[in-house]
């Protein structure tokens, strides 16, 4: 079990690790995060309590971070936008703007995958929205249009 106390500026919060390697990576994390603090540091204790300090994530030397696939590149996600493309008939549920005018349609997820990531690759979920109304619409509404 790995430990990590992180400090800045004059508060701390400890937190346990399985790995050394993903007690680094909370560092790198941290440090970024707080990297305009003027009082920031973390100490990482490993299993025999031994505590090294680190100020800049520079000290920590390369940290591999693993990267989640693109959902957007997945062929789960291809298929089911094409789908959605093709019900639309190549027009903005909201404007009607079309394609063949040269307009950018856009699938949109009607309730957002921040919030409710169990419904990425629903239908129901989905619309399509050029590229305007989609950027209006952003995730501040989860209707149907």
Known sequence: MYRVTFYVEGRN???NYQSEKAARRGIVRWLNKHHQATDVHAI??????????????????HID???????YQSQAWLRVRVDALANAKGC????GARASEGVALHVDHIKPRSTHPELELDPDNLQVLCGPCNLGK??????RW
């Open 13 to 15: 919060r400890r937190t």
């Open 44 to 61: 990482l204790y490993g299993p025999d309590g031994t505590p090294e300090m680190f100020r800049d994530v520079a000290e920590l030397g």
């Open 65 to 71: 971070t693993p990267k989640a696939p693109d959902f």
């Open 92 to 95: 903005c549920v909201l404007c």
């Open 138 to 143: 952003s995730n501040r509404y989860s209707e």
